[in-house]
């Protein structure tokens, strides 16, 4: 199975936010990041977050950590068409990140 | 600072022939990784290396093999390709030290006829 889950797809309306799920299952992870793909390009480190914490903000992003859950979230603020892209979630625990399959973000006018 | 290099960014290739992917990084980081995405599936570690000097198999190293030439490059080999190995692959670095916050080459789409 997975160790790392993210629904495929999130659709929503310019100017609205964004909320973006994952959930993970090593509660022995240290660190919890956020990638962003645009078409035709790698990865895209957007954020990260110690597991020791709950709350990271950064300008429109905010991510949520529930480590009793093992429930990470990334919150965009007023979406733009620039943030449509592939969101990854990935846990990590020494030197090998683990990523989820990836959300399509769709943000329509 | 151009990060991490690879190439080539696009290749065809036929059932059976060969090739090696390069990857070069210019931070000085100590571990460097191999992706590949298909569609769907989200990124599979194929080999990494933690430091120079030392590689190790991720979760589909079947079909491939590995070069660490030196800290800055890290060379990805296909000895005979085969239909199943078309993907997007990705190259990638980090520091090493814990904190493994990855920088993303921007990709070599292959396709294998």
């Known amino acids: 199975g997975e160790d790392v889950e993210q629904s495929l797809f999130l659709s929503v309306r310019e100017g609205d936010s964004s909320v973006i799920n994952c959930t993970y299952t090593?509660?022995?992870?240290?660190?919890l990041y956020w990638y962003k793909q645009e078409p035709g390009a790698g990865l895209q480190l957007l954020t990260y977050?110690?597991?020791?914490?709950d709350m990271k903000q950064d300008q429109r992003l905010t991510v949520l950590l529930n480590k009793k859950d093992k429930h990470l979230s990334l919150r965009i603020a007023d979406t733009q068409t620039g943030d449509s892209a592939i969101y990854f979630c990935a846990e990590s625990m020494g030197y090998i990140p683990t990523f989820g399959r990836g959300t399509s973000l769709i943000v329509h006018p | 600072n151009a990060g991490v290099t690879q190439t080539p960014k696009f290749q065809v290739l036929k059932t059976g022939q060969s090739m090696t992917l390069q990857c070069a990084q210019d931070m000085n980081h100590n571990s460097m990784y191999w992706y590949r995405q298909d569609p769907g599936m989200g990124l599979r570690l194929i080999y990494y290396s933690a430091s120079e000097g030392t590689t190790d198999k991720g979760e589909v190293p079947n079909g491939y093999n590995v070069s660490r030439l030196n800290k800055r490059e890290f060379s990805l080999r296909l000895e005979s390709a085969a239909p199943s190995q078309t993907s997007v692959y990705f190259c990638a670095s980090s520091e090493g030290q814990g904190n493994e916050k990855l920088f993303f080459g921007s990709g070599t789409q292959l396709s294998v006829l």
């Open positions: 977050i110690f597991s020791n914490m």
């Open positions: 090593d509660s022995s992870s240290t660190y």
